[in-house]
């Protein structure tokens, strides 16, 4: 290992840090509970060393690739001054299981002494792009790097395309930050209370430690990655620029971002969205709860200012509104909830709750005001009001599927109040979709889906995403889809899911799934040959930095809320059983089926 590695104080280095006692009692101390951006050590890349051959400066570049420096300073002196300047380090990131293998191979062209090439060899599992989206690609992985002789130096003159690192490092270098955009276009919205406007989560990977808070700033100032880009806008119109070099909290939490170009010219109602898009993607990164965004211009005269409270009114159902309950089907086959300070179940009121319905599976939406049940025998949807007095009403959907595997999935709410489900029949399966949960259901096209199969489906808060469990060859997949409007053609469906992304592909069986968060799930599954295990995915597909979730037998299906507070709720061998945060898996009834949050 080339590379020097020094102790951070605080997150500082060498600067303002109090000097190593060589004395005295030894004493523990409590770590900080941000210890993962502020206080691990830092790495430093080692200069090419004189008279290096071609094979330590390749492994010496390769290592200083690794380095916390925000230029890449060290690494730039392998290279020629010429692959220097046209090096860019940022254009793609490539992951491998293990870090690049780099072995010498024979002189490609001219004498040996003048120049010779390296083959990079490892085990591809993931890409970063130009945009900072992470997205799995498990593949072999190979490549070439070029080195030639100037003056007496070997020195590397065509590097490999971006970086190229081992997950260990990436993971060490990187944080996954979520970014917000609004969701463009009519999405239908007719709930009263709901607004126009909903933001986004777009996660990319940043690097932790080379000001964590200014680059998610800038990130998002050059807009959505590609894949969301279709289904969202920015209201930062386009030039505009940071104007400081360096962002931090003042005493009282504040953020002060001063813009230049368009975005200092916006009116109020512009600049108070572009104030909502600043506080939710930086609150994550900032060393505190963030008190306001004050939108500034280049002079610093105030053009905006938003506070927390205000902003939510932009979040996404999910996060906006809390459920104040979970929802299970009890022995009966009858619609019953949960308070979070109660283990003691109660049944709905209404046609779902006394039994009017034999329920197989439901969907409450968000309001928790109505519920979408499914009969027990999958071919019949109805929507009612969880009240007293409340009518079932006729079907709202029918499948004429044979039996009940192959009839209607459990339905979802997006944050909008329509009504998602598919029709598992296999003579004509389809992806439907009921306005307000009250109009005829609409076939939503799913291009990508070939010759699978939608066997259940779980829809954000915003509407603008999807997460699909397919069924292709035998193998049950996650994957996540983009829910795009259509031209308006006579006799095409005004919706569709497209460009499907692989969530979880190291799963061979995908049992259940359920949004964890603004761009999170929790998925129930197994890998080839492996046992059934419960964790936590973001929907970039890269893996969740959040702990192991403890297994419990005979699990088979799992809930949880997009607000990361709540407990997880999940049908085991033992029945219905809730994991609250801090705690073990606590059994709630025996007696109980498919549990669900709203949505």
């Not at 004395?23 to 993962?36: I, K, L, N, Q, T």
């Not at 003691?344 to 329920?359: A, H, I, K, M, Y």
């Not at 709630?588 to 498919?594: D, I, M, Q, R, Y």
């Amino acid at each position: 290992m080339r590379s020097s590695v020094l102790l951070g104080c605080g997150g500082l280095l060498a600067a303002g840090c109090a000097s190593m006692p060589d004395s005295g009692e030894v004493h523990r101390v409590d770590a900080s509970p941000r210890v993962d951006a502020d206080a691990q050590v830092r790495v430093f890349g080692v200069p090419p060393r004189e008279g290096e051959g071609p094979n330590d400066i390749v492994r010496g570049f390769l290592e200083a690739t690794t380095s916390d420096e925000a230029d890449f300073k060290t690494a730039r002196l392998y290279l020629t001054e010429a692959a220097s300047r046209n090096w860019r380090p940022f254009s793609r990131t490539t992951v491998l299981e293990d870090g690049p293998n780099p072995s010498m191979g024979r002189p490609s062209q001219g004498t040996e002494s003048e120049s010779a090439v390296a083959e990079l060899t490892g085990k591809q599992i993931a890409t970063v792009d130009r945009k900072q989206a992470y997205r799995p690609d498990r593949r072999s992985y190979r490549t070439t790097v070029h080195l030639a002789k100037v003056g007496k130096e070997w020195r590397i003159d065509v590097p490999p395309d971006g970086l190229v690192l081992g997950t260990s490092d990436f993971e060490r270098i990187y944080r996954s930050v979520n970014k917000y955009y609004f969701a463009a276009g009519d999405r239908d919205d007719r709930a009263s209370d709901s607004p126009k406007e909903v933001l986004v989560a777009d996660p990319v990977y940043l690097r932790r430690r080379i000001d964590l808070l200014t680059s998610t700033v800038k990130a998002l100032l050059e807009g959505p990655t590609d894949w969301l880009d279709r289904v969202v806008d920015t209201k930062f119109p386009a030039g505009t620029k940071l104007v400081d070099s360096s962002l931090s909290l003042d005493d009282s939490n504040g953020l002060r971002v001063r813009v230049s170009g368009p975005a200092a010219q916006v009116g109020q109602s512009q600049c108070t969205r572009m104030a909502a898009q600043l506080l939710y993607t930086v609150q994550d990164q900032a060393s505190a709860k963030v008190s306001r965004i004050v939108l500034a211009d280049r002079s610093g005269s105030e053009l905006c200012v938003l506070s927390p409270g205000e902003a939510t009114a932009y979040a996404p159902a999910g996060l906006r509104k809390h459920a104040e309950r979970q929802y299970f089907i009890d022995g009966e086959h009858r619609l019953a909830s949960l308070s979070d300070g109660s283990d003691e179940p109660s049944r709905v009121e209404g046609p779902f709750g006394d039994g009017t319905v034999q329920l197989g599976s439901v969907g409450v939406d968000r309001e928790e005001t109505h519920a979408a049940g499914v009969s027990l025998d999958g071919r019949s949807l109805y929507v009612a009001p969880m009240s007293s007095g409340a009518e079932r009403g006729a079907a709202k959907l029918r499948s004429t599927a044979r039996n009940e595997r192959d009839a209607l999935s459990a339905p979802s709410w997006d944050g909008n109040g329509n009504l998602w489900v598919a029709d598992r029949n296999p003579d004509r399966p389809r992806l439907l979709r009921l306005a307000a949960g009250t109009d005829e259901a609409q076939e939503v096209m799913v291009p990508g889906l070939g010759d699978g199969r939608i066997e259940g489906l779980r829809v954000s808060s915003d509407g603008v995403r999807i997460a699909l469990l397919i069924t292709r060859d035998g193998r049950t997949s996650l994957q996540l889809g983009r829910v795009e409007r259509t031209d308006s053609e006579a006799g095409k469906p005004p919706l569709a899911v497209k460009e499907l992304l692989s969530v979880a592909p190291q799963l061979e069986h995908v049992a259940s799934v359920s949004w964890a968060g603004s761009s999170r799930l929790v998925v129930l599954g197994r890998e080839p040959g492996g046992v059934q295990q419960l964790q936590y995915v973001e929907t970039d597909g890269s893996p969740s930095n959040t702990p192991t979730l403890p297994g419990i037998s005979g699990m088979d299906a799992v809930a949880a809320s997009e607000d990361e507070s709540k407990p997880l709720v999940a049908h085991a061998e033992d029945g219905i059983v809730r994991l609250p945060l801090d705690a073990n898996w606590r059994l709630v009834t025996g007696k109980g089926t498919v549990p669900v949050y709203p949505g």
